[in-house]
């Protein structure tokens, strides 16, 4: 199967899966109210790829059937393999207004970069890279939606780990492995074909914890336990939520078996190698960072455009304040947009030799917008003021007997009003209701903490050069390429 249609995708939903919300079972993820609007977003995502207008954009050829596939799943061999990758990722999530951070273009990425590492995890056994070989061909030939579980439940530090159940393999079989436990944050789990589980390294990391699968969503065992639904059902005065409330869960591995051809790697060495652990981590995430860069690039564009939208309309556009204001969020987009780019103008080889955004450029851009996107949302409330609490809805205003005294004493005679209060309400929705902090959270920990963030770009930073440039203008006459030490400061004049 080439690209699917929306309708097949929406069908491929409808296949069983054990998904729960609010304590109660759901039986058709494309129908439940607090479901529904994502899985017909993401649909209409599918149906864009058989748009004439976009078919380009978003596709090429197959290097298998020469048929169409999803233009994610294209191995980036050149500066302007990346660029293609980025053109059609940024259309995508600029129709979502850079909310929607698990499209299946973006997972894709995750099955091209465990693609990249197959003979990393191939020397653990030869089997792995031709089951990760296989995979990525059939997520790319059948357009699978795929979402990742990596994060372990939330433990007390000190809780005894003989007390704890994480998740593992329980048995093996000559057919496959059968695994127990739970994983989260499941984002976009409910809307997707299958389930990639990784194992981010750590010290103890015992060798049947130590596990890379895949399966489907709907496999004996897998239970999708869906956070509380953020998505508003009034889409009048929520322009957002409604479509673009990609849910959260709990994924419970309840015994499932999972085939030998789905097991990506299982270590069996007692002793564990956390360099070789971080390759493999790092390098499955492949494009992921580089992705979320180019969304947070798309999502800027959007909070600087509520921002020029509100000063625009209500006439303070020229007050200093609102200037500095206007100016930070234009500095935000600016350098998220020369993060992305460089990064993608100077790009290293991956283990397999392909042109990958450059990893330094990309974190250095990550630590950037996660450090600054909490003051851009403080600048959209301090812009909006208390409007942005009192904006009256489009119910109200239309209503036979309140809405006349709204138009008399809120609206009058301001034509643009009307419009003001629409760009209030998805204000709110960005800077201030649980829907936009739901966005801030994901944001300050996708891919880490802001702190851990800048602990990974201190450790992988080469500073060699600057350090030479310090002493030599410091007049230090015998100078190292490597970090400081007592004898290079001695050494001086």
């Known amino acids: 199967m080439p690209i699917r249609r929306g309708e097949e995708y929406l069908e491929s939903l409808r296949d069983g899966r ?6 109660q079972r759901v039986e058709d993820v494309t129908a439940h109210p607090a479901l529904a609007g994502c899985a017909r977003s993401v649909a209409e995502v599918y149906d864009l790829q058989h748009d004439a207008e976009h078919h380009d954009l978003l596709t090429f050829p197959s290097p298998a059937t020469g048929k169409p596939v999803s233009r994610a799943y294209q ?42 590492i197959r003979d990393l995890l191939g020397k653990e056994d030869p089997a792995f890279a031709e089951h990760v070989t296989r995979y990525f061909e059939y997520c790319r030939e059948n357009d699978q939606s795929i979402a990742t579980v990596f994060s372990n439940p939330l433990h007390h ?7 704890q159940e994480p998740l593992r393999v329980v048995e093996r079989r000559p057919g496959g492995i059968v695994v127990r436990g739970a994983k989260g944050v499941g984002t976009q789990a409910p809307y997707a074909n299958g389930l990639f589980c990784m194992a981010p390294p750590r010290p103890d990391l015992a060798p049947e914890q130590d596990v890379y699968f ?18 508003s059902a009034n889409p009048s ?37 956390l360099a070789l652990e971080a390759r493999i981590f790092q390098g499955a995430v492949g494009l992921g960072p580089w992705y979320v860069l180019v969304r947070l690039a798309v999502k800027a564009e959007v909070l600087l455009g509520i921002c020029a939208a509100i000063a625009d309309s209500l006439g303070s556009a020229e007050q200093p304040n609102v200037q500095t204001a206007l ?32 990893p330094t450029t990309a974190l250095a851009g ?18 909006c003021g208390p409007g942005l609490l009192m904006a009256p809805g489009q119910a109200d205003l239309h209503h036979p007997e309140i809405g006349p005294h709204l138009h008399r004493f809120f609206v009058a005679r301001d034509d643009a009003a009307p419009d003001r209060f629409r760009l209030l309400k998805l204000a709110w929705e960005y800077a201030c209701d649980s829907f936009g902090s739901r966005q801030l959270l994901f944001e300050m920990y996708n891919v880490g903490s802001l702190a851990t963030n800048k602990q990974r770009l201190a450790t992988t930073y080469d500073t060699r050069a600057c350090i030479e ?24 004049p």
């Open 327 to 358: 100016a930070d969020a234009m500095v935000y987009l600016e350098t998220l947009r020369a993060f992305v780019h460089a990064a993608e103008a100077n790009p290293v080889r991956s283990p397999s030799g392909l042109a990958m955004p450059n």
């Open 18 to 23: 054990r998904l729960w919300i609010m304590g």
């Open 75 to 116: 191995l980036p061999h050149s500066v302007a393999d990346l660029a293609s990758q980025r053109r059609a990722y940024e259309h995508l999530v600029r129709r979502a207004g850079g909310v929607a951070a698990r499209l299946p273009q973006h997972l894709a990425t995750v099955v091209l970069g465990l693609y990249d």
């Open 237 to 273: 005065d929520h322009p957002v939520s409604p479509s673009w409330d990609e849910m959260d869960s709990i994924v419970v591995f309840d015994d499932v078996f999972v085939p030998w051809d789905r097991v990506f790697y299982l270590r069996r060495a007692p002793a564990i190698d």
């Open 366 to 383: 990550r630590t950037f917008a996660i450090e600054r996107y909490p003051s851009v949302l403080q600048h959209i409330r301090e812009l």
């Open 214 to 231: 895949a399966t489907p969503v709907n496999a004996a065992g897998v239970n999708v336990i869906c956070r509380e639904p953020l998505a």
């Open 469 to 492: 440039l310090a002493k030599e203008l410091a007049g230090i006459k015998k100078y190292s390429t490597s970090a400081s030490t007592d004898a290079d400061v001695r050494s001086g």
């Open 157 to 163: 530090r000190n809780y005894p780990a003989a007390k």
